[in-house]
């Protein structure tokens, strides 16, 4: 049983995340309108930490969640509502509007592939 409000589409971005002063390489492992899993290789942050995530030209204000060796779960600290990472999480807009507006999950895509 997920406790996610949102369905979550497993994608592989190569992504950027600035905390403090500090930059990291990483990826975006999977997203959703309201957070996401990152991967990076050097992990200084702690829950509670806020960062911002660059991937596909958008960046992203986020608070950590929780982190693990090289692994981050991050919430956004406003959904997306526009932009190339908004666009992976649905083909079809007026589905992913009427989702957010109602507030309920997204349906998975058919065939789950990664992007």
Request: proline share 6%.
């Amino acid at each position: 049983m997920s406790f996610r409000q949102y369905e979550r589409l497993d994608v592989r971005l190569d992504a950027t995340i600035y905390s403090r002063d500090v930059a990291m390489s990483g990826s975006v492992e999977n997203l959703s309108i309201t957070g996401a899993r990152l991967r990076c290789f050097t992990n200084p942050l702690r829950p509670g930490d806020v960062i911002e995530i660059s991937a596909l030209g958008h960046i992203q204000r986020s608070t950590v969640v929780w982190t693990a060796t090289l692994h981050i779960g991050v919430h956004f600290l406003t959904p997306l509502v526009g932009g190339p990472l908004y666009a992976l999480l649905a083909r079809d807009p007026a589905l992913l509007k009427r989702n957010i507006l109602v507030g309920q999950p997204l349906e998975s895509r058919p065939n789950r592939k990664m992007i």
